[in-house]
């Protein structure tokens, strides 16, 4: 089992900067890449980055790429999810997760999630 727990969301005005965080527990060595989703009301869970769990491989979204940017600590077993320059799109419930899958973006493919954090962008 691992247990996830994010930190960080909020409500912030449009053009403003987030960080969030997940902290990872328990079985951590299955462990092969952490990643972010997110999921808007009424909309399908949608893949925003992924860090393998050395931190030396990232893949995003194409759609995020540029302003938002994921990094580890291997010190504290913590994904960070930068968010810059946000927009009220980006208005959603932002999931962490793992994988034992090194890069995967399919939600599928993610064995743990965390609770999730709500991420609300006023324009």
């Known amino acids: 089992q691992v247990q996830l727990v994010e930190s960080g969301g909020g409500l912030v005005q449009a053009g403003a900067s987030l960080r969030l965080s997940c902290a990872a527990s328990?079985?951590?060595?299955?462990?092969?890449?952490m990643g972010w989703f997110r999921q808007a009301p009424g909309k399908e869970r949608e893949f925003v980055a992924v860090v393998s769990w050395s931190g030396g491989y990232t893949y995003y979204a194409d759609s995020l790429k540029g302003r938002f940017t994921i990094s580890r600590d291997n010190a504290k077993n913590t994904v960070y999810l930068q968010m810059n320059s946000l927009k009220p799109e980006d208005t959603a419930v932002y999931y962490c997760a793992v994988s034992r899958d090194y890069y995967s973006s399919s939600w599928s493919r993610y064995d743990y999630w965390g609770q999730g954090t709500q991420v609300t962008v006023s324009s």
């Open positions: 328990g079985s951590i060595f299955s462990i092969n890449s």
